[in-house]
T-cell receptor, first 115, second 114 residues
């Protein structure tokens, strides 16, 4: 069974608009961490934002926010005021205690920002 | 602070050969993980080292091995290369090993097996 599901292979957004990238996860652990990474065409993965399973507030980092809905096992990334430089692959990931903390990545969503 | 560095950046090998990839983590980071990224399989976890000990291993054959040195630098080795080993190999480091530690990635080594 997929641990991390990203159902949007590709998405388009107009520059300066907000966009939501979906992520659902599956775990039976109570303690886990959720992450979003960005991978531009250059290939290097860039850490964007982290949400812990016990965090009651949604995480925010600049233009990035994580919409965490624990009961639905959902951890969507919201990018506000999209910029052309936001065009990239975005990966949702989870680290859980079961399995020894290895990071599991989703298949990714490719975001295209239009001028 | 310098980021994660990986060498070499590009590599072309022939089927049957072996290859060693190197990763230097961010100073102070003790955990190093390796991932294989391919268009078909996405990002797959290879192994994770923490304080010179392998703490976790993904579902890869024994041809894939790694180690970590006392200065936290890590190497991974692939023996008897197959065409399917062509991929981007990413190394990531973090300060600790728990579920809350974000990872910082290197630029990757792109391996092509012919």
């Amino acid at each position: 069974a997929q641990k991390i599901t990203q159902t949007q292979p590709g998405m388009f957004v107009q520059e300066k608009e907000a966009v939501t990238l979906d992520c659902t996860y599956d775990t039976s652990d109570q303690s886990y961490g959720l992450f979003w990474y960005k991978q531009p065409s250059s290939g290097e993965m860039i850490f964007l934002i982290y949400q812990g399973s016990y965090d009651e507030q949604n995480a925010t980092e600049g233009r990035y926010s994580l919409n965490f809905q624990k009961a639905r096992k959902s951890a969507n990334l919201v990018i506000s005021a999209s910029q052309l430089g936001d065009s990239a692959m975005y990966f949702c990931a989870m680290r859980e205690i079961t399995g020894g903390f290895k990071t599991i990545f989703g298949a990714g969503t490719r975001l295209f920002v239009k001028a | 602070k310098a980021g994660v560095t990986q060498t070499p950046r590009y590599l072309i090998k022939t089927r049957g050969q072996q290859v060693t990839l190197s990763c230097s983590p961010i100073s102070g980071h003790r955990s190093v993980s390796w991932y294989q990224q391919t268009p078909g399989q996405g990002l797959q976890f290879l192994f994770e080292y923490f304080s010179e000990t392998q703490r976790n291993k993904g579902n890869f054959p024994g041809r894939f091995s790694g180690r970590q040195f006392s200065n936290s630098r890590s190497e991974m080795n692939v023996s008897t290369l197959e065409l399917g080993d062509s991929a981007l190999y990413l190394c990531a480091s973090s300060t600790g090993q728990g579920y809350s530690y974000e990872q910082y990635f290197g630029p990757g080594t792109r391996l092509t097996v012919t």
